[in-house]
Protein backbone atom coordinates (compact mmCIF):
# COMPACT_ATOMS: atom_id res chain seq x y z
CA UNK A 1 0.00 0.00 0.00
CA UNK A 2 0.91 3.53 -0.73
CA UNK A 3 2.97 5.31 2.33
CA UNK A 4 1.00 8.64 1.06
CA UNK A 5 -2.80 7.98 1.57
CA UNK A 6 -4.07 11.52 0.48
CA UNK A 7 -2.37 14.27 -1.36
CA UNK A 8 -3.92 17.60 -2.86
CA UNK A 9 -2.66 20.03 -5.86
CA UNK A 10 -5.18 22.73 -5.86
CA UNK A 11 -6.41 26.80 -5.35
CA UNK A 12 -7.84 28.87 -2.22
CA UNK A 13 -10.75 25.85 -2.50
CA UNK A 14 -8.49 23.09 -1.47
CA UNK A 15 -6.64 25.35 1.07
CA UNK A 16 -8.82 26.37 2.81
CA UNK A 17 -9.32 30.02 2.18
CA UNK A 18 -12.24 31.67 3.33
CA UNK A 19 -13.70 35.50 3.91
CA UNK A 20 -10.38 36.75 2.70
CA UNK A 21 -7.73 35.14 4.41
CA UNK A 22 -6.19 31.64 4.39
CA UNK A 23 -6.74 30.99 8.31
CA UNK A 24 -7.92 27.61 9.71
CA UNK A 25 -6.58 25.13 6.98
CA UNK A 26 -8.06 22.25 9.55
CA UNK A 27 -11.39 23.37 7.95
CA UNK A 28 -10.91 22.59 4.34
CA UNK A 29 -12.47 20.13 2.51
CA UNK A 30 -9.02 17.76 2.13
CA UNK A 31 -8.54 18.04 5.98
CA UNK A 32 -12.29 17.43 6.01
CA UNK A 33 -11.86 14.33 3.75
CA UNK A 34 -8.01 13.01 5.40
CA UNK A 35 -10.08 13.29 8.49
CA UNK A 36 -13.19 10.70 7.69
CA UNK A 37 -10.20 8.80 6.41
CA UNK A 38 -8.68 8.65 9.99
CA UNK A 39 -5.38 10.37 8.70
CA UNK A 40 -3.51 12.25 11.88
CA UNK A 41 -1.22 15.18 11.23
CA UNK A 42 1.33 13.63 10.41
CA UNK A 43 -0.35 11.65 7.71
CA UNK A 44 -1.96 14.77 6.08
CA UNK A 45 0.65 17.76 6.90
CA UNK A 46 -0.58 20.74 5.90
CA UNK A 47 0.69 24.82 6.51
CA UNK A 48 -0.71 26.78 9.74
CA UNK A 49 -1.30 30.29 8.90
CA UNK A 50 -3.53 31.30 11.83
CA UNK A 51 -1.47 34.23 13.40
CA UNK A 52 -3.33 38.10 13.39
CA UNK A 53 -6.61 36.02 11.25
CA UNK A 54 -4.31 35.01 8.33
CA UNK A 55 -3.38 36.23 5.24
CA UNK A 56 -4.03 38.70 3.87
CA UNK A 57 -7.28 40.15 5.48
CA UNK A 58 -9.69 38.13 7.33
CA UNK A 59 -12.91 40.03 7.39
CA UNK A 60 -14.86 37.78 9.63
CA UNK A 61 -11.76 38.42 12.37
CA UNK A 62 -12.08 42.47 11.48
CA UNK A 63 -15.68 42.56 12.21
CA UNK A 64 -15.84 40.78 15.35
CA UNK A 65 -12.71 43.08 16.76
CA UNK A 66 -14.59 45.83 15.96
CA UNK A 67 -17.82 44.76 17.76
CA UNK A 68 -15.88 43.88 20.63
CA UNK A 69 -14.20 47.15 20.67
CA UNK A 70 -17.47 49.39 19.53
CA UNK A 71 -20.77 46.74 19.72
CA UNK A 72 -22.40 46.41 16.33
CA UNK A 73 -24.01 50.11 15.98
CA UNK A 74 -22.04 51.44 12.74
CA UNK A 75 -22.84 54.75 14.41
CA UNK A 76 -20.53 54.08 17.32
CA UNK A 77 -17.60 53.06 15.19
CA UNK A 78 -18.01 56.61 13.46
CA UNK A 79 -18.20 58.53 16.55
CA UNK A 80 -15.93 56.45 18.65
CA UNK A 81 -12.87 56.00 16.26
CA UNK A 82 -13.48 52.63 14.60
CA UNK A 83 -11.25 53.65 11.42
CA UNK A 84 -7.50 54.57 13.30
CA UNK A 85 -8.19 50.80 15.33
CA UNK A 86 -8.56 49.14 12.13
CA UNK A 87 -5.58 50.98 10.30
CA UNK A 88 -3.59 49.79 13.79
CA UNK A 89 -4.77 46.38 13.41
CA UNK A 90 -4.19 46.46 9.59
CA UNK A 91 -0.53 47.90 10.17
CA UNK A 92 -0.27 44.63 12.74
CA UNK A 93 -1.09 42.50 9.90
CA UNK A 94 1.33 44.04 7.66
CA UNK A 95 4.35 44.14 10.11
CA UNK A 96 3.86 40.48 10.85
CA UNK A 97 3.58 39.30 7.36
CA UNK A 98 5.98 41.36 5.78
CA UNK A 99 8.88 41.92 8.43
CA UNK A 100 8.30 39.81 11.30
CA UNK A 101 7.24 36.33 11.90
CA UNK A 102 5.33 35.44 8.89
CA UNK A 103 8.38 35.45 7.28
CA UNK A 104 10.16 33.20 9.12
CA UNK A 105 11.50 29.70 7.61
CA UNK A 106 8.96 26.65 8.72
CA UNK A 107 10.42 22.96 9.81
CA UNK A 108 11.24 21.59 6.58
CA UNK A 109 8.74 19.06 4.71
CA UNK A 110 6.75 18.37 2.01
CA UNK A 111 3.03 19.17 2.83
CA UNK A 112 0.52 17.02 1.96
CA UNK A 113 -2.33 19.46 0.60
CA UNK A 114 0.14 21.55 -2.02
CA UNK A 115 -2.90 24.24 -2.75
CA UNK A 116 -2.47 27.41 -2.44
CA UNK A 117 -4.66 30.59 -3.08
CA UNK A 118 -4.50 32.44 -6.56
CA UNK A 119 -3.05 28.89 -8.28
CA UNK A 120 -4.10 28.62 -11.50
CA UNK A 121 -3.53 25.26 -13.80
CA UNK A 122 -0.25 26.71 -15.00
CA UNK A 123 1.19 27.25 -11.43
CA UNK A 124 1.31 23.77 -10.94
CA UNK A 125 3.47 23.36 -13.17
CA UNK A 126 5.73 26.41 -14.20
CA UNK A 127 5.36 28.25 -10.61
CA UNK A 128 8.99 27.39 -8.67
CA UNK A 129 9.82 28.40 -5.02
CA UNK A 130 12.59 31.27 -6.35
CA UNK A 131 9.91 32.87 -8.66
CA UNK A 132 8.08 34.00 -5.28
CA UNK A 133 11.35 34.57 -3.83
CA UNK A 134 12.17 36.96 -6.35
CA UNK A 135 9.28 38.66 -5.81
CA UNK A 136 9.67 38.76 -1.82
CA UNK A 137 13.07 39.96 -2.36
CA UNK A 138 12.13 43.77 -3.24
CA UNK A 139 11.71 45.85 0.36
CA UNK A 140 8.12 46.21 1.88
CA UNK A 141 6.96 50.24 1.58
CA UNK A 142 4.76 50.12 4.93
CA UNK A 143 2.31 52.08 3.14
CA UNK A 144 0.02 53.75 5.76
CA UNK A 145 -2.56 54.21 3.06
CA UNK A 146 -2.49 50.68 1.86
CA UNK A 147 -1.69 48.40 4.47
CA UNK A 148 -2.36 44.58 2.53
CA UNK A 149 0.24 42.83 3.16
CA UNK A 150 2.93 43.13 0.01
CA UNK A 151 2.57 39.83 -2.60
CA UNK A 152 0.66 37.91 0.12
CA UNK A 153 -0.15 35.40 -2.97
CA UNK A 154 3.73 34.89 -3.10
CA UNK A 155 4.32 34.60 0.62
CA UNK A 156 1.44 31.89 0.82
CA UNK A 157 3.29 30.13 -1.96
CA UNK A 158 6.74 30.17 -0.68
CA UNK A 159 5.45 28.49 2.28
CA UNK A 160 3.71 25.94 0.35
CA UNK A 161 6.28 25.25 -2.00
CA UNK A 162 9.35 25.29 0.20
CA UNK A 163 8.67 26.13 3.78
CA UNK A 164 12.14 26.00 5.53
CA UNK A 165 13.28 28.48 2.67
CA UNK A 166 16.00 25.73 1.76
CA UNK A 167 18.28 26.64 -1.46
CA UNK A 168 18.56 23.23 -2.24
CA UNK A 169 14.78 23.40 -3.05
CA UNK A 170 14.16 27.03 -4.59
CA UNK A 171 13.28 25.02 -8.16
CA UNK A 172 10.55 22.96 -7.19
CA UNK A 173 6.90 23.46 -8.08
CA UNK A 174 3.63 22.10 -6.35
CA UNK A 175 4.12 18.88 -8.99
CA UNK A 176 7.59 18.90 -8.18
CA UNK A 177 6.51 18.76 -4.65
CA UNK A 178 3.93 16.19 -5.04
CA UNK A 179 6.98 13.74 -7.21
CA UNK A 180 9.04 13.84 -3.75
CA UNK A 181 5.63 12.45 -2.12
CA UNK A 182 5.24 9.78 -4.55
CA UNK A 183 9.64 8.70 -4.75
CA UNK A 184 8.74 8.49 -0.86
CA UNK A 185 6.93 5.95 -1.08
CA UNK A 186 3.98 6.24 -3.35
CA UNK A 187 0.51 7.98 -3.38
CA UNK A 188 -2.62 6.31 -2.92
CA UNK A 189 -5.12 9.00 -3.36
CA UNK A 190 -4.77 12.78 -5.34
CA UNK A 191 -7.13 15.30 -5.76
CA UNK A 192 -6.63 17.89 -8.51
CA UNK A 193 -8.85 20.90 -8.34
CA UNK A 194 -7.39 23.89 -10.36
CA UNK A 195 -8.58 26.07 -13.34
CA UNK A 196 -11.04 28.67 -11.14
CA UNK A 197 -8.35 31.03 -11.56
CA UNK A 198 -8.07 30.83 -15.18
CA UNK A 199 -11.39 32.92 -14.82
CA UNK A 200 -12.40 34.30 -11.36
CA UNK A 201 -10.33 37.23 -12.12
CA UNK A 202 -12.90 38.57 -14.54
CA UNK A 203 -15.95 38.27 -12.09
CA UNK A 204 -13.53 39.26 -9.07
CA UNK A 205 -12.42 42.39 -10.55
CA UNK A 206 -15.77 42.94 -12.61
CA UNK A 207 -13.70 44.05 -16.02
CA UNK A 208 -14.68 43.03 -19.26
CA UNK A 209 -12.98 39.42 -19.83
CA UNK A 210 -9.26 39.48 -21.59
CA UNK A 211 -8.94 36.56 -23.48
CA UNK A 212 -4.88 35.29 -23.14
CA UNK A 213 -2.89 35.50 -26.24
CA UNK A 214 -0.06 33.79 -27.62
CA UNK A 215 2.97 35.13 -25.61
CA UNK A 216 1.27 33.27 -22.29
CA UNK A 217 2.43 30.07 -23.70
CA UNK A 218 5.87 31.21 -23.87
CA UNK A 219 5.95 32.43 -19.88
CA UNK A 220 2.72 32.36 -17.98
CA UNK A 221 4.03 33.26 -15.17
CA UNK A 222 5.81 36.68 -16.79
CA UNK A 223 2.85 37.39 -19.11
CA UNK A 224 -0.93 36.29 -17.20
CA UNK A 225 -0.99 39.91 -15.65
CA UNK A 226 -1.68 41.08 -18.88
CA UNK A 227 -5.32 38.81 -18.59
CA UNK A 228 -7.96 37.89 -16.93
CA UNK A 229 -9.52 35.50 -18.91
CA UNK A 230 -7.60 32.00 -20.25
CA UNK A 231 -8.31 31.40 -23.86
CA UNK A 232 -9.47 27.58 -24.12
CA UNK A 233 -6.84 26.72 -26.32
CA UNK A 234 -4.17 27.95 -23.66
CA UNK A 235 -6.16 26.56 -21.34
CA UNK A 236 -5.97 23.00 -23.32
CA UNK A 237 -2.22 23.48 -23.47
CA UNK A 238 -1.75 23.55 -19.76
CA UNK A 239 -3.93 21.43 -18.80
CA UNK A 240 -2.20 18.61 -21.21
CA UNK A 241 1.28 19.43 -19.12
CA UNK A 242 -0.49 19.06 -16.27
CA UNK A 243 -2.18 15.74 -16.79
CA UNK A 244 1.70 14.27 -17.92
CA UNK A 245 2.48 15.56 -14.94
CA UNK A 246 -0.04 13.64 -12.85
CA UNK A 247 0.96 10.42 -14.70
CA UNK A 248 4.50 10.23 -14.30
CA UNK A 249 3.02 10.44 -10.33
CA UNK A 250 1.51 6.97 -10.53
CA UNK A 251 -0.86 7.15 -8.25
CA UNK A 252 -3.63 4.76 -7.68
CA UNK A 253 -6.79 6.93 -7.90
CA UNK A 254 -6.80 10.76 -9.35
CA UNK A 255 -9.78 12.87 -8.37
CA UNK A 256 -10.65 15.95 -10.61
CA UNK A 257 -12.77 18.48 -9.50
CA UNK A 258 -14.13 20.37 -12.48
CA UNK A 259 -14.37 24.30 -12.86
CA UNK A 260 -17.88 25.86 -11.09
CA UNK A 261 -18.97 28.53 -12.90
CA UNK A 262 -17.92 31.66 -10.88
CA UNK A 263 -20.82 34.23 -11.85
CA UNK A 264 -22.83 32.37 -8.91
CA UNK A 265 -20.65 33.15 -6.85
CA UNK A 266 -22.30 35.78 -4.70
CA UNK A 267 -19.04 38.26 -4.61
CA UNK A 268 -20.58 39.77 -7.90
CA UNK A 269 -24.44 40.78 -7.76
CA UNK A 270 -26.94 40.28 -10.57
CA UNK A 271 -28.82 43.68 -10.23
CA UNK A 272 -32.44 43.48 -10.27
CA UNK A 273 -35.12 40.52 -8.67
CA UNK A 274 -38.17 40.63 -11.55
CA UNK A 275 -37.63 39.09 -15.09
CA UNK A 276 -37.42 42.34 -17.03
CA UNK A 277 -33.90 42.49 -14.76
CA UNK A 278 -32.79 39.45 -16.77
CA UNK A 279 -31.61 38.60 -20.30
CA UNK A 280 -34.38 38.01 -22.89
CA UNK A 281 -32.63 35.45 -24.56
CA UNK A 282 -31.22 33.67 -21.18
CA UNK A 283 -33.31 34.47 -17.75
CA UNK A 284 -30.08 32.33 -16.35
CA UNK A 285 -28.22 36.24 -16.03
CA UNK A 286 -28.66 39.41 -15.08
CA UNK A 287 -28.07 42.44 -17.51
CA UNK A 288 -25.48 43.66 -15.00
CA UNK A 289 -23.29 42.32 -11.89
CA UNK A 290 -21.93 44.22 -9.91
CA UNK A 291 -20.24 44.52 -6.38
CA UNK A 292 -22.77 42.71 -3.45
CA UNK A 293 -23.42 46.13 -1.72
CA UNK A 294 -24.74 47.91 -4.49
CA UNK A 295 -28.17 48.48 -3.86
CA UNK A 296 -30.66 48.14 -7.09
CA UNK A 297 -31.25 51.63 -7.27
CA UNK A 298 -28.06 53.02 -6.85
CA UNK A 299 -26.52 51.08 -9.05
CA UNK A 300 -25.16 53.34 -12.19
CA UNK A 301 -23.45 51.38 -15.08
CA UNK A 302 -21.87 54.96 -15.65
CA UNK A 303 -20.20 55.00 -12.41
CA UNK A 304 -19.60 51.85 -11.04
CA UNK A 305 -17.75 48.74 -11.93
CA UNK A 306 -20.06 45.49 -13.31
CA UNK A 307 -20.02 43.53 -16.35
CA UNK A 308 -22.54 43.05 -18.52
CA UNK A 309 -24.94 39.58 -18.29
CA UNK A 310 -23.64 39.14 -21.51
CA UNK A 311 -20.24 39.14 -20.17
CA UNK A 312 -20.90 36.96 -17.46
CA UNK A 313 -22.57 34.11 -20.03
CA UNK A 314 -19.43 34.33 -22.26
CA UNK A 315 -17.59 33.54 -18.75
CA UNK A 316 -19.22 30.73 -18.32
CA UNK A 317 -19.31 29.01 -21.87
CA UNK A 318 -15.38 29.34 -21.35
CA UNK A 319 -15.31 27.79 -18.09
CA UNK A 320 -17.85 24.95 -20.00
CA UNK A 321 -14.60 24.47 -22.76
CA UNK A 322 -11.79 24.18 -19.80
CA UNK A 323 -14.55 21.40 -18.17
CA UNK A 324 -14.70 20.02 -21.44
CA UNK A 325 -11.11 19.31 -21.64
CA UNK A 326 -11.14 18.01 -18.16
CA UNK A 327 -13.62 15.28 -18.89
CA UNK A 328 -11.55 14.64 -21.93
CA UNK A 329 -8.38 13.76 -19.72
CA UNK A 330 -10.14 11.70 -17.22
CA UNK A 331 -12.29 9.71 -19.57
CA UNK A 332 -8.83 8.45 -21.05
CA UNK A 333 -7.63 7.17 -17.78
CA UNK A 334 -9.23 4.27 -16.10
CA UNK A 335 -8.01 5.07 -12.32
CA UNK A 336 -8.69 8.36 -12.81
CA UNK A 337 -12.17 10.01 -11.46
CA UNK A 338 -14.33 13.11 -11.81
CA UNK A 339 -15.89 15.10 -9.60
CA UNK A 340 -18.93 17.12 -10.76
CA UNK A 341 -18.77 20.78 -8.84
CA UNK A 342 -19.75 22.36 -11.09
CA UNK A 343 -23.21 20.76 -11.54
CA UNK A 344 -23.87 20.25 -7.21
CA UNK A 345 -23.47 24.38 -7.25
CA UNK A 346 -25.50 25.40 -10.23
CA UNK A 347 -28.00 22.81 -8.28
CA UNK A 348 -27.63 25.23 -5.45
CA UNK A 349 -27.69 28.66 -7.06
CA UNK A 350 -30.78 30.19 -5.45
CA UNK A 351 -30.90 33.30 -7.69
CA UNK A 352 -30.22 31.82 -10.98
CA UNK A 353 -32.40 29.55 -10.68
CA UNK A 354 -35.23 29.29 -7.72
CA UNK A 355 -35.76 32.82 -7.18
CA UNK A 356 -37.12 33.57 -10.90
CA UNK A 357 -38.59 30.04 -11.04
CA UNK A 358 -36.26 28.15 -13.62
CA UNK A 359 -36.17 24.64 -13.61
CA UNK A 360 -32.49 23.51 -11.86
CA UNK A 361 -30.56 21.24 -14.49
CA UNK A 362 -30.30 17.72 -13.15
CA UNK A 363 -33.23 18.90 -9.87
CA UNK A 364 -32.24 21.00 -7.08
CA UNK A 365 -28.84 20.43 -4.56
CA UNK A 366 -30.06 17.18 -2.33
CA UNK A 367 -28.34 18.32 0.91
CA UNK A 368 -26.82 14.70 2.56
CA UNK A 369 -27.60 13.03 5.32
CA UNK A 370 -27.03 14.96 8.80
CA UNK A 371 -26.94 18.43 7.26
CA UNK A 372 -30.39 19.81 7.86
CA UNK A 373 -30.79 17.49 10.76
CA UNK A 374 -27.71 19.78 12.01
CA UNK A 375 -28.98 22.83 11.10
CA UNK A 376 -32.66 21.93 13.25
CA UNK A 377 -30.95 20.80 16.24
CA UNK A 378 -29.39 24.48 16.49
CA UNK A 379 -32.37 26.30 15.56
CA UNK A 380 -31.06 28.02 11.92
CA UNK A 381 -32.85 28.37 8.73
CA UNK A 382 -32.21 27.31 5.20
CA UNK A 383 -27.99 28.21 3.59
CA UNK A 384 -28.25 29.33 0.41
CA UNK A 385 -26.18 30.99 -1.93
CA UNK A 386 -26.99 34.59 -1.53
CA UNK A 387 -24.85 37.01 0.20
CA UNK A 388 -24.56 36.91 3.96
CA UNK A 389 -27.58 38.52 5.57
CA UNK A 390 -28.66 39.46 8.99
CA UNK A 391 -31.79 40.66 9.84
CA UNK A 392 -32.72 41.40 13.72
CA UNK A 393 -29.61 39.49 14.59
CA UNK A 394 -30.80 36.67 12.39
CA UNK A 395 -29.43 35.72 9.16
CA UNK A 396 -31.97 35.68 7.00
CA UNK A 397 -30.08 34.49 3.89
CA UNK A 398 -26.51 33.18 2.71
CA UNK A 399 -24.53 30.84 4.56
CA UNK A 400 -22.83 28.86 2.07
CA UNK A 401 -20.12 31.28 0.81
CA UNK A 402 -18.12 33.53 3.72
CA UNK A 403 -17.38 37.24 3.76
CA UNK A 404 -15.39 37.17 0.82
CA UNK A 405 -18.08 36.13 -1.38
CA UNK A 406 -16.15 33.32 -3.35
CA UNK A 407 -15.28 30.75 -0.73
CA UNK A 408 -17.12 28.62 1.15
CA UNK A 409 -17.70 28.84 5.09
CA UNK A 410 -16.70 26.27 7.05
CA UNK A 411 -20.25 24.30 6.27
CA UNK A 412 -19.90 25.07 2.96
CA UNK A 413 -16.82 23.46 2.67
CA UNK A 414 -18.19 20.80 4.02
CA UNK A 415 -20.56 19.77 1.35
CA UNK A 416 -17.38 20.12 -0.82
CA UNK A 417 -15.88 17.62 1.32
CA UNK A 418 -19.07 15.19 0.88
CA UNK A 419 -19.01 15.56 -2.61
CA UNK A 420 -15.15 13.81 -3.16
CA UNK A 421 -16.23 11.43 -0.65
CA UNK A 422 -19.05 9.84 -2.58
CA UNK A 423 -17.11 9.18 -5.45
CA UNK A 424 -13.86 8.29 -3.59
CA UNK A 425 -16.13 5.42 -2.29
CA UNK A 426 -17.28 4.62 -5.29
CA UNK A 427 -13.88 3.92 -6.63
CA UNK A 428 -13.09 1.49 -3.83
CA UNK A 429 -11.20 3.97 -1.50
CA UNK A 430 -11.29 2.92 2.43
CA UNK A 431 -11.96 5.38 5.28
CA UNK A 432 -10.89 3.72 8.47
CA UNK A 433 -11.75 4.57 12.01
CA UNK A 434 -9.29 7.38 13.60
CA UNK A 435 -8.29 4.92 16.76
CA UNK A 436 -8.52 1.03 15.29
CA UNK A 437 -8.14 1.72 11.49
CA UNK A 438 -10.77 -0.54 10.79
CA UNK A 439 -12.51 -0.14 7.78
CA UNK A 440 -15.64 2.17 7.82
CA UNK A 441 -19.15 1.16 6.20
CA UNK A 442 -20.95 2.95 3.85
CA UNK A 443 -22.23 5.40 4.31
CA UNK A 444 -19.16 7.77 4.83
CA UNK A 445 -20.75 11.23 6.49
CA UNK A 446 -19.58 14.36 7.41
CA UNK A 447 -20.34 14.94 11.08
CA UNK A 448 -22.19 17.94 10.21
CA UNK A 449 -23.57 18.87 13.47
CA UNK A 450 -19.87 18.58 14.83
CA UNK A 451 -19.05 20.52 11.59
CA UNK A 452 -21.27 23.40 12.34
CA UNK A 453 -20.02 23.93 15.70
CA UNK A 454 -16.40 24.92 14.22
CA UNK A 455 -18.41 27.51 11.56
CA UNK A 456 -18.49 30.68 13.46
CA UNK A 457 -20.11 33.03 10.35
CA UNK A 458 -23.18 30.70 10.53
CA UNK A 459 -24.08 29.61 14.11
CA UNK A 460 -23.10 32.64 15.81
CA UNK A 461 -22.39 35.63 13.19
CA UNK A 462 -21.36 39.20 13.66
CA UNK A 463 -23.90 41.38 14.53
CA UNK A 464 -22.69 43.85 12.07
CA UNK A 465 -24.08 41.86 9.46
CA UNK A 466 -27.22 43.30 10.04
CA UNK A 467 -27.11 46.14 7.88
CA UNK A 468 -24.30 44.40 5.85
CA UNK A 469 -25.11 47.10 2.68
CA UNK A 470 -24.01 49.31 5.25
CA UNK A 471 -21.24 48.31 6.46
CA UNK A 472 -19.74 47.43 3.58
CA UNK A 473 -19.84 51.14 2.16
CA UNK A 474 -18.31 52.12 5.65
CA UNK A 475 -15.53 49.46 4.72
CA UNK A 476 -14.86 50.35 1.40
CA UNK A 477 -14.52 54.10 2.59
CA UNK A 478 -11.87 53.55 5.38
CA UNK A 479 -9.98 50.09 3.97
CA UNK A 480 -11.31 50.15 0.26
CA UNK A 481 -12.65 47.36 0.00
CA UNK A 482 -12.96 46.37 -3.58
CA UNK A 483 -9.02 47.23 -4.02
CA UNK A 484 -8.98 44.45 -0.91
CA UNK A 485 -11.40 42.13 -2.88
CA UNK A 486 -9.04 42.83 -6.16
CA UNK A 487 -5.81 41.86 -4.01
CA UNK A 488 -7.13 38.74 -2.93
CA UNK A 489 -8.96 37.66 -5.70
CA UNK A 490 -6.14 39.43 -8.94
CA UNK A 491 -6.82 42.30 -10.53
CA UNK A 492 -6.41 41.01 -14.65
CA UNK A 493 -4.66 37.66 -13.22
CA UNK A 494 -2.07 39.75 -11.09
CA UNK A 495 -0.25 38.41 -8.05
CA UNK A 496 -0.53 40.43 -5.07
Not at 153 to 176: C, G, H, I, K, M
Not at 360 to 384: D, K
Not at 388 to 406: C, E, M, W, Y
Amino acid sequence: MAKHRLVVLGDSMSQGFMSGAIFATELSYPALIAAEMGLDSTQFRIPNFKEFGGLPVNLEHLLRLLETEYGPDLSRWEVLGAPFHIRSWMDQIEDYWERGGGTEARPQTVYHNLACWGFSVDDAVHLRASHCVAKLEKPSSDDPLNQVPENAFYRTALTVLNPSQDRAFEERTALDCVRALAADGGIENLIVNLGANNALGTITALREPLLTQADILADPVANREKYNLWHPDHFNHFYAELVAGIESVGAQHVFFANIPHVTIAPIARGVGTTPNDRLAADPRYFKFYTRFWITDQDFDPAKHSHLTGENAKAIDQTIDRYNQTIAHHVGLHENWHLVDVNRSLNQLAYRRYREVGLDVPGGRYVFPTGWNEALQAAGLTELTSHYFKLANRQRTHGGIFSLDGVHPTTMGYGLLAHEFIKVMRQAGVEFRTPITGEPRPDPVLIDFARLLKRDTLVHSPPQTLDDVISVAEWLDGWIHLGWILDTIHGINGARH
